[in-house]
């Protein structure tokens, strides 16, 4: 169940391209701009100089455990894992419909719009996770036998309002989302890894039965979210088969 382009439009200005996702239009206009715009469709709310907008927002946070693979790996090592971990993240966002916006490490983080936002974006981690398992792990250890690393991973997921600012100088700049998903989303993704995927309660209300049952069973255990105010996320080890 992708989320496609189709909804974009061409516009007066000649922003959004045809064929290009409506982010990636945005951004590549903020080349040539100093400050920020805010991204909207379908079903937050936005508030601007006092007045309500619908708005859509799903962001996403993919991080692999790269702590004990720096302090005790040679880094062409270590860039190897980067670059296979980054690699599979960001071919299963796109192919969900997602849009990457950031690489920071060993985390990338990606923004999902449209009607089936939030459980795109549930199936994309569940994906990851199967990726990481079946994937990444299983040629490591076979490619270097003596090594005992394998591959950990923790995403997160939240959805809000977010705006888009342009921050920097000129030459030397980048764009900072602004917003609750985007925080919260960074938070989940560094949690401990006893569960590889992480939602807050209003994604996990959002997900269809698709990305939220597996044979009839819930695939999400509630879990109290300790470190911040005591509320309640969901957490899964499921994975999504890759074919």
Same mark, same amino acid.
């Not at 997602?98 to 490490?105: K, M």
């Not at 996770?129 to 299983?138: K, L």
């Given at each position: 169940?992708?989320?496609?382009? #189709?909804?974009? +439009?061409?516009?007066?200005?000649?922003?959004?391209?045809? +064929?290009?996702?409506?982010?990636? #239009? $945005?951004?590549?206009?903020?080349? =040539?701009?100093?400050?920020?715009?805010?991204? *909207?469709?379908?079903? @937050?709310?936005?508030?601007?100089?006092?007045?309500?907008?619908?708005?859509? %927002?799903?962001?996403?946070?993919?991080?692999? @455990?790269?702590? !004990?693979?720096?302090?005790?790996? /040679?880094?062409?090592?270590?860039?190897?894992?980067? /670059?296979?971990?980054?690699?599979?993240?960001? %071919?299963?966002?796109?192919?969900?419909?997602?849009?990457?916006?950031?690489?920071?490490?060993?985390? !990338?983080?990606?923004?999902?719009?449209?009607?089936?936002?939030?459980?795109?974006?549930?199936?994309?981690? $569940?994906?990851?996770?199967? *990726?990481?398992?079946?994937?990444?792990?299983?040629? =490591?250890?076979?490619?270097?036998?003596? #090594?005992?690393?394998?591959?950990?991973?923790?995403?997160?997921?939240?959805?809000?309002?977010?705006?888009?600012?342009?921050?920097?100088? %000129?030459?030397?700049?980048? =764009?900072?989302?602004?917003?609750?998903?985007?925080?919260?989303?960074?938070? =989940?993704?560094?949690?401990?890894?006893?569960?590889?995927?992480? !939602?807050?309660?209003?994604?996990?209300?959002?997900?269809? /039965?698709?990305?939220?049952?597996?044979?009839?069973? @819930?695939?999400?255990?509630?879990?109290?979210?300790?470190?911040? @105010?005591?509320?309640?996320?969901?957490?899964?080890?499921?994975?999504?088969?890759?074919?």
């Amino acid at each position: 169940m992708r989320t496609t382009p #189709s909804r974009q +439009s061409s516009g007066e200005n000649g922003v959004f391209k045809i +064929s290009n996702y409506p982010l990636e #239009s $945005l951004e590549a206009e903020l080349d =040539l701009a100093d400050f920020a715009i805010a991204v *909207a469709s379908a079903d @937050d709310k936005t508030v601007s100089c006092g007045r309500r907008y619908s708005t859509p %927002r799903d962001n996403v946070t993919f991080e692999a @455990d790269s702590t !004990v693979l720096v302090d005790g790996y /040679k880094w062409w090592f270590s860039a190897e894992i980067y /670059k296979s971990y980054l690699y599979c993240a960001a %071919r299963i966002i796109r192919s969900e419909g997602g849009v990457i916006t950031a690489y920071d490490g060993d985390r !990338v983080m990606a923004v999902f719009i449209g009607d089936s936002k939030n459980s795109n974006a549930a199936k994309t981690a $569940l994906k990851i996770h199967y *990726a990481a398992s079946n994937i990444i792990n299983p040629v =490591l250890k076979k490619k270097y036998p003596k #090594s005992s690393y394998s591959v950990g991973h923790v995403v997160g997921i939240d959805t809000s309002e977010v705006h888009v600012a342009r921050t920097g100088i %000129r030459g030397s700049n980048d =764009l900072v989302w602004i917003g609750r998903a985007a925080n919260y989303a960074a938070k =989940l993704s560094a949690r401990p890894e006893t569960y590889r995927t992480y !939602v807050t309660k209003e994604v996990y209300k959002k997900l269809n /039965k698709e990305s939220k049952l597996s044979s009839g069973t @819930d695939m999400w255990t509630p879990v109290t979210w300790s470190e911040f @105010d005591n509320r309640t996320i969901y957490g899964s080890n499921y994975s999504w088969t890759i074919t």
